[in-house]
């Protein structure tokens, strides 16, 4: 099996959790939607506009809902998230929506083809990040703006960390490697600076967000992550039932103090990083 079509059976993999829990997505990354487009800056005259990695349709759907003169194309790797992403689009009325299963490191679009690219938390997986942004850059025309989001620092994002936190506790090893492609790789400050100056960006703004998500209870928390969230399901593969039983039993007695009339809250943080081309 080649990389691409194991990323691609991953996220395939992922899709039917991921549309199973849009309420949380949604409620965990709308905020950040909210100021990708915010930094857009869609005026009448953004005709096209490109949703890389668009999973089920966000935030690509909202643009295109708000903007029906806007054609919003959105890509991703996996056509079952793809499948999702048109059925929101069918109920939901929104015709100027449409999709295409590609790799966003062979973008199949003419050069200068549309007036703004975003990436909402995708940039992370790309398997060669240079690659990924040249061509957003390549695809966007003169004067048009990129925006993406990346999740913030592992630490400040204790929804996550204190899952790998407790599956470190109980294996003795660290479950997450930061250094290579995955939901932290792109979490330094400065980082998507730094590759945003390198494609030839200019104007760079990036910015911390930081939110509180909440869950109903410790079991949805934990149904969650180990559902949706790519870091821990991926590191989950190697664990035995057993194991895992501890991890979720250690996970209960360390989320004690953020337990607030049985509703759980938890921090997150994110970047968004923003230029024009």
């Not at 909402?120 to 993406?148: A, D, S, W």
């Not at 936190?165 to 930061?178: I, L």
Request: proline letters at 3%; a negative charge.
């Amino acid at each position: 099996m080649t990389l691409q079509s194991s990323i691609h059976e991953c996220w395939n993999d992922l899709s039917q959790s991921r549309n199973d829990w849009n309420k949380i997505v949604n409620a965990l990354l709308n905020p950040i939607s909210n100021k990708i487009i915010e930094s857009l800056s869609i005026t009448p005259q953004t005709t096209t506009l490109l949703d890389i990695a668009t999973g089920t349709g966000e935030p690509g759907l909202t643009i295109a809902e708000k903007h029906p003169g806007t054609i919003v194309t959105g890509i991703d790797l996996s056509d079952k998230m793809l499948a999702y992403a048109n059925e929101n689009a069918r109920q939901r009325n929104i015709p100027n929506y449409i999709t295409l299963c590609c790799n966003a490191m062979a973008l199949p679009f003419a050069d200068h083809a549309f007036d703004a690219v975003l990436c909402r938390n995708g940039v992370m997986f790309f398997n060669n990040i240079e690659t990924g942004l040249r061509e957003m850059h390549r695809v966007l025309k003169p004067e048009g703006k990129i925006t993406v989001s990346t999740w913030g620092l592992l630490e400040k994002n204790l929804w996550i960390s204190m899952v790998l936190d407790a599956m470190k506790e109980v294996t003795g090893r660290k479950m997450y490697n930061n250094h290579i492609p995955g939901m932290f790789y792109c979490m330094q400050p400065g980082f998507m600076t730094d590759w945003f100056e390198e494609i030839g960006m200019h104007q760079i703004q990036e910015e911390e967000m930081t939110g509180i998500i909440e869950f109903n209870s410790a079991e949805e928390h934990w149904n969650y992550v180990t559902s949706v969230s790519a870091a821990v399901v991926n590191a989950l593969i190697g664990l035995q039932l057993q194991e895992r039983e501890q991890v979720k039993e250690l996970l209960r007695k360390k989320i004690a103090t953020h337990i607030v009339q049985d509703k759980l809250y938890f921090q997150w943080t994110a970047r968004i990083t923003n230029g024009v081309k």
